[in-house]
Nanobody, 124 residues
Framework: QRHMVESGGGLVQSGGSLRLSCSAS????????VGWFRQSPGKEREFVAA????????QYSDSVKGRFTISRDDADKTVYLQMNNLKPEDTAVYSC?????????????????WGPGTQVTVFS
């Protein structure tokens, strides 16, 4: 079944940067909103950022606003999450998923096609 695939995670020192990528397993890029979420051990999945299918509208959680940037490239059929000035509290497994609708959603309940996630670890 179609699902998203993430890449780009790794180990980075506090203050560093990483760029995550999200693509569909079937290689398609549909009219879908894409959201990035993260989850740490013992915690619920947390909304990070989302971008509408048009690419013009974005939404961020307060904890990452000003540091993370979500974007989508229709040519390479990939959604990116540029993460700058990373902090230890950003450590988590980052996953992407999609939902259909005009308005962006920050509740993971609305999303489907979850990828396996990519680990981001930030150390001091």
């Amino acid at each position: 079944q179609r699902h998203m695939v993430e890449s780009g995670g790794g180990l980075v020192q506090s203050g560093g940067s990483l760029r995550l990528s999200c693509s569909a397993s079937d290689g398609e890029f549909n009219v879908e909103n894409v959201g990035w979420f993260r989850q740490s051990p013992g915690k619920e999945r947390e909304f990070v950022a989302a971008v509408r299918w048009t690419g013009g509208n974005t939404q961020y959680s307060d904890s990452v606003k000003g540091r993370f940037t979500i974007s989508r490239d229709d040519a390479d059929k990939t959604v990116y999450l540029q993460m700058n000035n990373l902090k230890p509290e950003d450590t988590a497994v980052y996953s992407c998923a999609v939902h259909v609708g005009w308005d962006l959603q920050n509740n993971p309940f609305h999303y489907a096609g979850w990828g396996p996630g990519t680990q981001v670890t930030v150390f001091s």
